[in-house]
Nanobody
Framework: QVQLVESGGGLVQAGGSLRLSCAASGRTFSDRSMGWFRQAPGKEREFVGCISWIGGVTYNADSVKGRFTISRDNAKNTVYLQMNSLTPEDTAVYYC????????????????????WGQGTQVTVSS
């Protein structure tokens, strides 16, 4: 089992920044690829980006457009999502997730590839 707890969400004005954190506990963290997703009211869960267990990063270029950065600190069992130049369209509940299979290096865009999920943190961007 892997337990995930997100933090760092909140209310921010358009153009502002937030950094979300996802703290993991339980099984070994360093062998897990991690993903960030978001879900706005009335919409499906959307892939934001993911970071592999060796640090390779993939983003949803259409939605984040170079504004978001994912990183991980294995010593702290934490993955981060730095969000800059936020717009009201970024308003959503943000979730982090861990792949069910260790050392996964392919894929990562499909929520079905993830076995463990955090409870989510709300990000609200005002115009």
């Amino acid at each position: 089992q892997v337990q995930l707890v997100e933090s760092g969400g909140g209310l921010v004005q358009a153009g502002g920044s937030l950094r979300l954190s996802c703290a993991a506990s339980g099984r070994t963290f360093s062998d897990r690829s991690m993903g960030w997703f978001r879900q706005a009211p009335g919409k499906e869960r959307e892939f934001v980006g993911c970071i592999s267990w060796i640090g390779g990063v993939t983003y949803n270029a259409d939605s984040v457009k170079g504004r978001f950065t994912i990183s991980r600190d294995n010593a702290k069992n934490t993955v981060y999502l730095q969000m800059n130049s936020l717009t009201p369209e970024d308003t959503a509940v943000y979730y982090c997730a861990a792949r069910g299979t260790p050392y996964a290096s392919r894929g990562g865009r499909d929520p079905k590839e993830y076995a463990y999920w955090g409870q989510g943190t709300q990000v609200t961007v005002s115009s």
